[in-house]
């Protein structure tokens, strides 16, 4: 079975951190990219960072310098650390993995609700 278990999400002030971990199982763990993305209300899921098996890492634009993005192959996990987090990186965050070629496959965690708030 197919899992994407995501942990660490809360409630910080302004200027605060937090650091997400997701957890996968049930699926292989290679060869694919791994990312974060988020949904905020009446807006478009949006990729927020991801990283491939080969560990080249792409993020978004309001992120660049403040999120980083990082992958154990060992634990089968991928982390987003968030620094100097804003109001408008208030979101649920999802986590994802892809496969792009043979055999594809697209899987989703369940969500993990950043709350950016003073």
């Known amino acids: 079975q197919v899992q994407l278990v995501e942990s660490g999400g809360g409630l910080v002030q302004p200027g605060g951190s937090l650091r997400l971990s997701c957890a996968a199982s049930?699926?292989?763990?290679?060869?694919?990219?791994m990312g974060w993305y988020r949904q905020a209300p009446g807006k478009e899921r949006e990729l927020v960072a991801q990283?491939?098996?080969?560990?080249?890492?792409n993020y978004a634009d309001s992120v660049k310098g403040r999120f980083t993005i990082s992958r154990d192959y060992a634990k089968k996990t991928v982390s987003l650390q968030m620094n100097s987090l804003k109001p408008e990186d208030t979101a649920v965050y999802y986590c994802n993995c892809r496969r792009s070629i043979r055999p594809q496959y697209d899987y989703w965690g369940q969500g993990t609700q950043v709350t950016v708030s003073s």
């Open positions: 990283i491939t098996s080969g560990g080249t890492t």
């Open positions: 049930g699926i292989p763990f290679s060869s694919n990219a």
